[in-house]
């Protein structure tokens, strides 16, 4: 059932090997071609998600890959969504909506009724678009989920699509990692893969060459791109393994530097909240995660969740409630962080937890709830306490906990659809608390902010300016740049040309 509009499908021998990355440069140059194109990943596995204009909820790489592409992000670019609860369960959020919440095996079982929603998604961007660029999961030789994949090389056949296979350098391996892929796969599959990129080189090139030579020998598959690890090119994250990097690379120590600590929650979700702060300077960010690496920092943030009493759980079991309660730092919850920063959370019905009623850390006047209908749109407002100037922020929410505050003053309030406004977050002295993720990504209302927090230990922090649309830009533009260097752009060309391959064919 091949489509008429051209398309590639980009598969990683791993998860963090780059296909997210690759998809978004390859969106922003064909867009600077003229091309209209859209990015597509049938099944995504996050907890960083983002919200359409029309309140549907998708991977966060996907709307990122489509603001590469200039198009604005809907559902069918991410129409199977997981969201871990726990170790053996997700919710499933399909076509943008909660659909159930399942454990790994069970949703095993009921993977081939999305298919069909699968094909449909995707059906509906090649009506749209001239070429539709899909993102693989994890590696496409998981031997044991052969039988019912919907997102690697069953549905690029399905599609009409070839595919080229990214390894990851870094670790080392590489080359068993491409060759042992490809050895897996089903012969038809195989023949799907039309090229190799190894990424994340540190070195030279060249002493590849001998390497890519005896690879192509063996499995008749030339290698089409060797590209540089790129330390100013991200996209949003997807995958848990990448928060395991710092958070912000070495820099110079600064006089009046502002110590950011960021709760490193077991299920923490969203993490890009926390991008527009890796951009300025004089503030070092770094991951926290028990109550002896706390430190005494000049801002603490509690993060989202999507296992906000477990999350809570943990932060007691780690010391770390109790470091929160007693730190003298500004502190910024979000989402679930203000939920545990409140006097009690809910769940009476186990939309989230089977724990009931529990406590919560007692730092603000509000209390959680958790109902099964769940909160996904974009919203406006503005920030009580600030400069009109600064005032104004953007975001989205994503959440089944309603807060209902009962004092504090307020902090954020949200423009409605109507036109009427309400209060969607409070704050007691310097402990601060909203839903509205992407708070800190308004370049006016976070500089304030920050000057605010330094001013407050006695710090003089001035921002250099930083844009997070200019930086992401800046990063996409950087990454173009790589792939015009280092990925022989004539072959992805063709390959978005040629359809499905037949066994044997080469690139050329």
């Known amino acids: 059932m091949a489509t008429s509009a051209g398309g590639l499908m980009v598969c990683g021998t791993s998860s963090n090997a780059g296909k997210s990355t690759l998809v978004a440069g390859l969106c922003r140059w064909l867009t600077r071609r003229g091309v209209a194109v859209a990015p597509f990943k049938a099944q995504n596995m996050s907890l960083s998600s983002a919200v359409t204009a029309d309140g549907g909820e998708i991977g966060r790489a996907q709307a990122h890959q489509a603001y590469a592409a200039g198009a604005d992000a809907v559902v069918a670019m991410n129409p199977v969504l997981l969201k871990p609860t726990g170790e053996r369960a997700c919710q499933v959020v ?9 454990s790994a095996a069970e949703y095993h079982r009921r993977k081939p009724e999305l298919f069909e929603v699968v094909l449909e ?7 749209r678009f001239d070429v539709v660029l899909c993102e693989g999961a994890g590696s496409p030789a998981e031997i044991n989920l052969f039988d019912r994949d919907i997102v690697n090389l069953r549905l690029a056949e399905a599609v009409g699509v070839p595919a080229i296979l990214v390894g990851d350098i870094n670790p080392g391996g590489v080359f068993a990692s491409l060759l042992g892929t490809v050895e897996w796969l089903p012969a038809p599959w195989r023949a799907l893969v039309r090229g190799f990129v190894i990424n994340k080189l540190r070195g030279d090139p060249a002493l590849l060459a001998d390497g890519c030579a005896q690879l192509e020998a063996r499995t008749g598959i030339p290698t089409i791109g060797v590209l540089p690890w790129l330390e100013t090119a991200w996209v949003d994250s997807e995958d848990s393994m990448a928060l395991e990097r710092p958070l912000t690379e070495p820099r110079p120590a600064l006089a009046d530097e502002l110590d950011v600590a960021v709760v490193r929650l077991p299920r923490l979700a969203n993490a890009t909240d926390l991008d527009a702060l890796r951009l300025e300077a004089g503030v070092r960010l770094r991951w926290v995660h028990d109550a002896a690496g706390m430190g005494d920092p000049d801002l603490v943030i509690l993060p989202g969740s999507k296992a906000t009493v477990d999350d809570l759980v943990w932060l007691h079991r780690r010391g770390l409630a109790d470091a929160i309660r007693r730190t003298d730092a500004t502190v910024l919850g979000i989402c679930a962080g203000y939920q545990m920063l409140g006097r ?4 009476a019905g186990g939309v989230e937890s089977r724990a009931g009623e529990v406590r919560g850390l ?8 958790f109902l099964p209908g769940k909160v996904t749109r974009r919203c406006r407002g503005r920030v009580e306490g600030f400069p009109a100037d600064a005032a104004g922020v953007e975001g989205y929410q994503i959440h089944h906990g309603r807060v209902s505050p009962d004092g504090g003053d307020p902090f954020v309030v949200v423009v409605d659809e109507d036109g009427g406004d309400h209060l969607d977050g409070v704050r007691v002295g310097d402990v601060h608390g909203t839903t509205l993720h992407g ?3 308004t370049d006016r209302f976070r500089r304030a902010f920050l000057e605010r927090v330094a001013a ?3 710090k003089r922090w001035v921002s250099d300016g930083a844009s997070l649309a200019a930086a992401r830009d800046a990063q996409l533009d950087a990454l173009v740049g790589a792939l015009e260097r280092h990925l022989d ?6 390959l978005l040309a040629c359809g499905t391959p037949r066994a044997g064919d080469a690139v050329r």
Request: net charge positive; proline share 5%.
């Open 94 to 102: 399909v076509m943008g909506r909660p659909w159930a919440v399942l």
């Open 121 to 127: 998604a995707h059906r509906s961007l090649a009506e």
């Open 344 to 347: 009690r959370i809910t769940d």
């Open 362 to 369: 007692g730092l603000l006047p509000v209390h959680t709830r």
């Open 439 to 441: 708070l800190l990504d």
């Open 456 to 458: 407050r230990r006695g």
């Open 489 to 494: 752009l004539a072959a992805v060309e063709h």
